[in-house]
């Protein structure tokens, strides 16, 4: 699944133009390296997203194409 996408089926970010946008501005980090927002996430991946002055560091645990709001946290592991 790609990258922009699945950060808004996981709802990390609430839209997927605004997790494009993220990517090309290079605050998304995958596996520690900057990443497009056409990159193919798997389970293991590690992500981190800088919002603002703080940042985000969540485990991939699990890769859906749609999920209910409910089960949108089991997509994902905090770090």
Do not use: Q
């Amino acid at each position: 699944m790609r990258l922009d996408k699945y950060l808004k089926v996981s709802r990390l970010i609430k839209r997927r133009s605004v997790a494009n946008e993220a990517c090309d501005a290079g605050r998304v980090l995958v596996n520690d390296k900057p990443a497009r927002a056409s990159l193919a996430v798997k389970v293991g991946d590690t992500i981190e997203i800088a919002f603002g002055t703080k940042s985000v560091k969540v485990e991939v645990l699990d890769v859906a194409e749609t999920v209910r709001k409910e089960e949108a946290k089991e997509m994902f592991r905090y770090l």
